[in-house]
Structures are given as structure tokens and as C-alpha cells.
């Protein structure tokens, strides 16, 4: 994790600006819900009204609102209204004032609106337990006839007016009330009700909204004032229509908003993501492009390849998603938490204990998938290395029938890794309908325990709707950070393999200072050069000394695995001596620049390597300057003019990767050619004429003799008749020099030349030279 967060060091500030871009989308996300909760509570149930004070009322109802009014509550009542003829308009418009209105007369308001909106039924009750608290016998007889009596005959009964009328009530039943409030009134005035008794109301009244829930009795408190401002003549329809009209574009534009930012977040995670694997490649291709041949072998191509591909796939891939989501999970979490409680709802356990599920659930498959992952990315290197072999040496294995053996081995390797990925896929597949059921489960519990509530009147719908999807949020939440706990190992194993790579420094190193060739000649000098491969026993090159110099030819031999081609692949330090000296033009090679010594060196491998492009190209590739002249002057001394000529593009022909539309002699004559137009001080060849005729390498020599004479050349070959005029021959056999000289005087005092001579010519062919 620390590696992957280490390489957004330089994109600081672009993460900040995509942190605020998150916290902007957060904010946008989680305000959504309060405007369901608002449009559904206050919208729909409520009529668009939010609180319980009206903004009109009629000079009746105002005075009825103050029956059961405290002194203190109707010095307040009388304070916030303004007489308009025969209406009060209400003269707060702070929503912070109107809240603390709320509870202030949220009691007295309440106890009015039940008593003008009495049912028939609660009221003969209230009346027939009034009367029974009378000692009189009269008044009881009168109790047992109430249940017989209409509310006119009630009244009349009582000496007072009682009001009845009709309304719909919450389920949208038209039913008669009776309004109570006058004779309530009259009560008060003549003495009959007292004030300990209108105290003693309220009190019971509080009993009720600690019983029904204050949200209960607000919306009991906002439906009188709808009442309140329809009798005074306000159009209560339009005001409904108005305040969703309102909250529906508040919670348009905070949805466009959230649009925006989560817009620009993405924007930005998935170029940071991009520039991070662009310069992971580039670090690690600059790092291997420095790498000796030691380091190479070490982690091998494949491994190489895979690295600089899959893995850094995996890298950026994690950090676009670390950016987006992980970043984006904890604001929503510890943001929605706060929401949650903002709601009092009182069922944050619910959340606690899905989120502990989700926890343990998701702990089971990252310590069932984690060691799978590690695996997987070895099975990867393993598939590269098989597919890269097979590939490569397709013809070869065409030549000798093997096509069904290959194929088998690389099932073997392909079903290797298909059965780690299906592994670790069905496990992860789990994922989802499992996180799904907890999901649905948490929302089942939810609307259960809500329901209870809101039949307690403790709840509202908008509430229990804003909770769902809060809860949702925060779960969903730590589901992408328990899900990326899974994902970040796979990528962890990557960030190593790459690290493992970039810290690898190579063996072959630039000197502190570097000393400089004045006048190159290109004279090399190899004083009692002893070489071993790191890690091996035992020396593959053992006190190796001879002098190649300018304008003379050194030919190396022996048989296969002497060492001929390690010799010369010190000389531009593709791997480092172990003992000894080696020079050019009197300087250690070890005291000169990379740079300056492979400058002086024009080196043809023993297999030709071109790249994909041009024969133009390809010839130029160690000398861009090279004028079209030189070029041609190459071609030719490389014997390579002839069949360049004959392509309808020439020099432009196309070459294919790998050289793969050449043969092997063209491609030899071409990496020759690459080599001289560089016009190094020393020219080194190694077995690089094998796939040439005898006559094309006859006239290649010649041409070199000729044309290249000021250079050191030094030639590895198998082929006696290539060597014959070599100025100097060396004789190698397990990696010591058992001979050096002219051919004559090898073929007098070295056993192993004339071994090899007489085993590629003839007697009659010994005796002609």
C-alpha cells in the first residue's frame, strides 16, 4: 500500500483538487436524501407546510388558539401576529424562530386542534365522564341517555352551542367533528372548568406526545395550521405545489452538481491512474534498458515483459480505483453516519451489525483469496515464458514435428493459471449475491423496526425513507473498502515485483570520472583476464592475455563452449572481468563512460537482431547520421546491396519485427552493414558469418580488408577457411588460450587448432594453403 501511494507524490495537488471533487460529490449525495425525507414528510403529508404556526388566521381561530395558553404562551402567540382587517398574518419569517416556535406552542396548539376536531364518539365519551364526576343523581341519569342523544340534543342538554361539520380524515374518509373549543370557552368564562383543570388538559396532553411521539403531534400541529390558512382564504394547494416545485429543484440541481464533481473526480483519477503506469513503464524500461546481461538472466524476459504489462496494469488500475472509491468510501461513511444520527431514527445498531457481517464475511475471502493472487502472478510469468518459447521457435519445432508436445505444455501452463483464476473468481462471485442478501436483509430490518415506530407516531415515512438510504450508503461504503482490501493484495504482490526491479541497480556501472581516450586508436588489450558468471563455482575465462590491434585481424576459435563469446562480450562490458586488466588504447575499459567505450564499437551477435521498420533503418540504427552514401558503402562491403537492390523499395523496404520477412544470411548482412556504417575504432564479429555461403563470406572479407582496414577487428568463428589470413588467432578449450598465432604456426604447436583444421579440411586442403 505505501509503494502504490508513493507514486502519486508528484500528482499532490492534482489529488487535492480530486479530494474536493470528492467532497463535493459526497455532500450533493448525502443532501439527496433530506430532500426525499422533506418532500415526503413536509411535501406530501404536510402539504408543503413546515411549521405549526399558521401564516394566516382568521380573528376567531386566533382567539381560540389561546384556550389552553399559559400567560407566557399567549403574550408569545400575541407577539408574532400582525392584525391585516379580519385576518392576523403571521410576522416571523427565521426558520431558526420558527423551529423554537414549534416547540414552544407545539402543546397548546395541539390540545386546540383536538378539541375543534372532536369525533362524535370521543365526544360523548368526554362529555359522559364529565358528567359522572357529578355527585348528582340527576347528572348520572344524564350519562346513561348519552350514547341516545345527538349533539344538538347534547348541547341543549348542557345550555351551550356546539359546532359540528364535516372533513376528511388521514385516510381520506369524510367523517363529522365536533368543534368544543367555544363551549370550552364558555366553560372557562362562567367558572365551570378552572384553571387547574385546563393545566391538568395539557398535562395529559404531554402524557400523549411522550405515548404518540412528537412527530405525531406535529404534523397533527401543521395540519391545523393548513386549516388555519385555508379558512383565511390562502390557497393551500398552490403552496404544496410551490414547495415541491422548490425542493424538487434544490434537489435537481444538487444532483447535477454531484454530476459535475463525480464527473471531474473520475476525469481526474483515471489520468492520474494512466500517468502513474506510464512512468512505473518508464522507470522500469529505463532501469532494464541499464541492466547487464548479468540482471537480465536474473529476472528473465518474460518475467521482464510481464512486469512492465500486467503488472503495472494491476498498479494503475488500483490506484484509478483507490482514487475514486477508497478516497470517495470513508467521506461517505463517517459523512452518513452523521446523517444517520441527524435523523433520529435511534437504529444505528442496525447499521453496526451489517457492517460487522460485511467485515467478517469479506475477512473469510481475502484470507481465502490472498495467497491465490500471489500465485497467480507467478503462473502469468510462467505462461509468458512457455507462449514466448514456443513462439520463438516456432520453425524449429514445425522442423522436428513437436507441435502436439507444445501444445501440451502449454495446456500444462495454461491450466495452471485457469485454475487459480477460477478459483479465486468463484470465491470473489460469492461477492456480490452475498453483499446483495445483506443488503436486502438490512433494508427488511429496517422497515420492520420502522414500521413499529411509525405506528407509534416516535417515526415519519420521509425519516424511515432517508434512513434506508443512508444506511445503504455507509454500508455500501465499507463494502468497497473491505472489497478493495481484497483487490489491493493482488496489486501489492504487482507494486513489489515492479519495485523488485526498479531497485535492482545494474552490476555495470559508469565510473565517479570518467577518464577520456584522447586520440582513439582502438588497440585492446586483455592482460591475464580471468571471468566468472555471478553466482558461479568456477571461471569461465582464465588468464586471458593478448593485444588486438588497429588495422589487423584477431580471430578466436576453439570448440563450442570454450568461451569465445564471452571473451569478446567484455570488451563492451556486457558483463564486468573478474581478474585481470582489460584496455583500450591503454585505458582500463572500467575507467571509461559506458557511453564512450560502446562508442568505439561496432558488434555484430551471433544471431542478428533487427527491428521493425525500414532496411534504411536498421543500418543506421548506431549511426542516425549517417548520409545515404555511407549507407550504401555498407551495404555493399556487408554484401548486402545485391539482394536490397532487388526489393521494389530498396532501402525503404519494410523490415518486420524480429526480421522476420528476411533470411538468416540477409539478416547477418544486415546487422554487418549496421556495424560498419557506424565507423567504430573496433569492429567485433561474433560468429557472425555462419549463415553465409562460402562465396558471399570470401567477398565479405575481402571488402572488409579493404575497405575497413584502419579498424581492430575481431572475429569468433567456427569456420577454419574464415580465419585463414587473421593476423593473430586465438585458440581457446574450457575457457583457457591454448594457442595463438598465424595459421601456420598453429598448425605447428597447437594440438586443438590442428584438431579442428583437419576436421573441416581435407588434407589436400591443408597442404594448398
Not at 716 to 744: C, F, P, W, Y
Request: charged share 25%.
Amino acid at each position: 500500500m505505501r509503494k502504490i501511494i508513493g507514486n502519486l507524490k508528484p500528482y499532490r495537488v492534482t489529488v487535492i483538487i480530486l479530494a474536493l471533487m470528492l467532497c463535493i460529490q459526497a455532500y450533493c449525495d448525502l443532501a439527496l436524501p433530506e430532500y426525499t425525507q422533506d418532500i415526503i414528510d413536509v411535501g406530501i403529508q404536510n402539504k408543503g407546510i413546515e411549521h405549526i404556526v399558521p401564516e394566516k388566521v382568521t380573528a376567531e381561530e386566533y382567539k381560540a388558539a389561546g384556550i389552553f395558553m399559559t400567560k407566557t404562551e399567549k403574550k408569545t402567540w400575541n407577539s408574532i401576529y400582525t392584525r391585516q382587517g379580519s385576518r392576523y398574518v403571521l410576522n416571523v419569517t427565521d426558520g431558526d424562530r420558527l423551529d423554537e416556535l414549534d416547540q414552544e406552542l407545539l402543546t397548546p396548539i395541539v390540545l386546540t386542534y383536538e378539541m375543534g376536531h372532536t369525533s362524535v364518539s370521543q365526544f360523548r365519551k368526554i362529555i359522559r365522564s364529565s358528567l359522572l364526576q357529578q355527585k348528582n343523581s340527576q347528572s348520572r341519569a344524564a350519562a346513561s341517555r348519552i350514547d341516545d342523544m345527538s349533539v344538538k340534543e347534547i348541547g341543549e342538554l348542557l345550555h351551550y352551542d356546539i359546532d359540528t361539520f364535516r372533513a376528511e380524515d388521514e385516510n381520506g374518509k369524510v367523517k363529522t367533528y365536533v368543534d368544543m373549543r367555544s363551549m370550552m370557552q364558555s366553560m372557562i368564562d362562567s367558572g365551570a372548568m378552572s384553571d387547574s383543570a385546563v393545566t391538568n388538559a395539557k398535562k395529559q396532553m404531554e402524557k400523549t406526545i411522550d405515548s404518540v411521539g412528537t412527530q405525531t403531534l406535529k404534523s397533527m400541529g401543521i395540519a391545523y395550521a393548513a386549516g388555519c390558512d385555508k379558512a383565511a382564504g390562502m390557497n393551500v394547494n398552490r403552496i404544496q405545489k410551490q414547495y415541491l416545485w422548490r425542493e424538487g429543484g434544490r434537489m435537481f440541481l444538487m444532483a447535477l452538481m454531484m454530476f459535475i464533481a463525480a464527473a471531474v473526480a473520475s476525469f481526474f483519477a483515471a489520468r492520474i491512474g494512466a500517468s502513474v503506469g506510464r512512468d512505473l513503464r518508464g522507470k522500469l524500461f529505463r532501469n532494464v534498458m541499464s541492466f547487464s546481461n548479468a540482471e537480465i538472466g536474473r529476472f528473465s524476459s518474460a518475467s521482464l515483459i510481464t512486469r512492465c504489462t500486467n503488472d503495472v496494469q494491476q498498479i494503475q488500475m488500483v490506484t484509478t480505483m483507490m482514487l475514486r472509491m477508497v478516497m470517495y468510501a470513508p467521506i461517505m461513511g463517517i459523512w452518513g453516519i452523521i446523517k444517520v444520527a441527524q435523523t433520529g431514527a435511534h437504529m444505528g445498531y442496525i447499521i453496526a451489525l451489517a457492517i460487522l457481517m460485511i467485515i467478517a464475511f469479506v475477512g473469510v475471502l481475502f484470507a481465502v483469496t490472498l495467497p491465490k493472487f500471489r500465485i497467480m502472478q507467478k503462473l502469468v510469468d510462467g505462461l509468458n515464458r512457455v507462449s514466448r518459447e514456443i513462439l520463438t521457435g516456432l520453425s524449429v519445432i514445425r522442423a522436428f514435428g513437436r507441435e502436439k508436445e507444445e501444445e501440451k505444455r502449454f495446456d500444462v501452463a495454461n491450466e495452471r493459471l485457469k485454475r487459480t483464476q477460477l478459483f479465486t473468481n468463484r470465491v470473489m462471485t460469492l461477492m456480490q449475491p452475498s453483499m446483495q442478501m445483506f443488503m436486502f436483509a438490512l433494508i427488511v430490518l429496517i422497515t420492520w423496526v420502522s414500521a413499529h415506530r411509525i405506528d407509534d407516531g416516535t417515526l415519519q415515512v420521509g425519516a424511515m425513507t432517508a434512513f434506508i438510504t443512508y444506511s445503504m450508503m455507509i454500508v455500501m461504503s465499507f463494502l468497497i473498502i473491505t472489497v478493495m482490501s481484497i483487490i489491493l493484495p493482488r496489486a501489492g504482490v504487482a507494486a513489489e515485483r515492479i519495485d523488485e526491479v526498479i531497485q535492482t541497480g545494474s552490476s555495470i556501472q559508469d565510473p565517479e570520472h570518467p577518464r577520456e581516450i584522447s586520440a582513439p586508436k582502438g588497440v585492446v588489450e586483455f592482460e591475464h583476464v580471468d571471468f566468472r558468471y555471478p553466482d558461479a563455482e568456477h571461471n569461465v575465462l582464465t588468464d586471458i592475455t593478448f593485444t588486438a590491434e588497429p588495422g589487423k585481424t584477431t580471430a578466436i576459435i576453439g570448440s563450442t563452449g570454450s568461451g569465445k563469446s564471452t571473451l569478446v562480450n567484455l570488451i563492451p562490458r556486457f558483463y564486468d572481468i573478474t581478474g585481470g586488466n582489460l584496455k583500450v588504447d591503454g585505458v582500463e575499459i572500467r575507467d571509461l563512460s559506458l557511453r564512450a567505450l560502446r562508442g568505439e564499437i561496432g558488434f555484430v551477435p551471433q544471431k542478428g537482431v533487427l527491428f521493425s521498420g525500414t532496411i534504411a533503418s536498421n543500418i543506421r540504427f548506431g549511426n542516425k547520421d549517417a548520409s545515404d552514401e555511407e549507407m550504401r558503402e555498407a551495404a555493399e562491403i556487408a554484401q548486402a546491396a545485391d539482394f536490397i537492390g532487388e526489393k521494389k523499395m530498396g532501402f525503404e523496404s519494410d523490415v518486420s519485427q524480429g526480421g522476420s520477412n528476411v533470411s538468416g544470411g540477409q539478416k547477418q548482412r544486415l546487422a554487418i552493414a549496421r556495424a560498419i556504417a557506424r565507423q567504430p575504432k573496433i569492429l567485433i564479429f561474433d560468429d557472425s558469418f555462419s549463415a553465409l555461403d562460402m562465396k558471399t563470406d570470401a567477398k565479405l572479407r575481402k571488402k572488409l580488408s579493404e575497405k575497413v582496414k584502419d579498424a581492430t577487428t575481431i572475429v569468433v568463428a567456427q569456420r577454419i577457411s574464415t580465419i585463414l589470413n587473421a593476423d593473430q588467432i586465438l585458440v581457446l578449450d574450457e575457457g583457457h588460450m591454448v594457442g595463438k598465432g598465424t595459421h601456420q604456426e598453429l598448425m605447428e604447436n597447437c594440438e586443438v587448432y590442428r584438431q579442428i583444421a583437419e576436421s573441416q579440411l581435407s588434407s589436400t586442403e591443408l597442404e594448398g594453403i
